[in-house]
């Protein structure tokens, strides 16, 4: 069975979350919550490095309306599950856990840099690196590196800025980046509804992200 990784977020305004995750429609008249990211074991690591930032386990009592509805509705209910029956609050708890967004996120990516690598690299490769084809360059050169070369040689490279496809640094890069247009796109659209420090924006520190493993 294969294990889904997803990714929520949630805002806190004046004491009281609100969930940033999208809302779209799934039928006629159905709205349904939406995952801002997922992946499946290509986010094995990451998953498992961010629980060093747990704040806690599980469903947390505050949680947002918005994004409550993802889960199922009774906790203490109970479902079959190996090697026995469980309810759905302890099977939550097995399985998700939530974080601060600035502390264990936000604060991976540095400031105006998008790409982790950048250098020279082989131009018969990179055609192939940006359709998928390939997912690493063979070698790539630094500037010392490539100053070196003859006139001839360097003919065969071109500078490159690039991240490992769904490496860790990508995820964190896309996490903070989805996360942050949604928190601009909530407060812009909610603030006169609620009002209040969110006429000032949504800080970092004030998001909550919510991982999920489920299967």
């Not at 018969?124 to 590196?145: H, M, P, V």
């Not at 360097?154 to 800025?161: G, I």
């Amino acid at each position: 069975m294969s294990v889904y990784y997803s990714v929520y977020a949630e805002a806190n305004v004046d004491g009281k979350w609100y969930s940033l995750s999208p809302h779209f429609k799934t039928g006629k008249d159905d709205l349904k919550t939406h995952s801002i990211f997922w992946l499946q074991s290509l986010f094995y690591e990451v998953y498992n490095d961010l629980k060093d930032y747990a704040l806690g386990y599980g469903i947390p009592d505050d949680m947002s309306l918005g994004l409550r509805e993802v889960f199922h509705e009774k906790l203490d209910e109970e479902i079959e599950y190996w090697p026995g029956k469980l309810t759905w609050g302890d099977y939550y708890r097995q399985n998700i856990y939530y974080i601060n967004f600035e502390r264990a996120i936000a604060s991976k990516v540095k400031k105006d840099k998008p790409y982790k690598y950048e250098g020279y690299v082989q131009k018969k490769e990179l055609a192939s690196f940006e359709i998928d084809e390939i997912d690493e360059f063979s070698e790539w050169l630094t500037q010392k590196e490539y100053d070196a070369l003859t006139p001839k040689e360097k003919r065969q490279y071109q500078y490159y800025r690039w991240n490992d496809p769904y490496g860790e640094y990508w995820i964190y890069q896309t996490l903070t980046e989805r996360i942050r247009t949604l928190a601009v796109l909530f407060a812009v659209v909610c603030e006169s509804d609620i009002g209040g420090s969110i006429y000032n924006g949504i800080s970092d520190s004030n998001i909550r992200v919510v991982r999920a493993q489920l299967n």
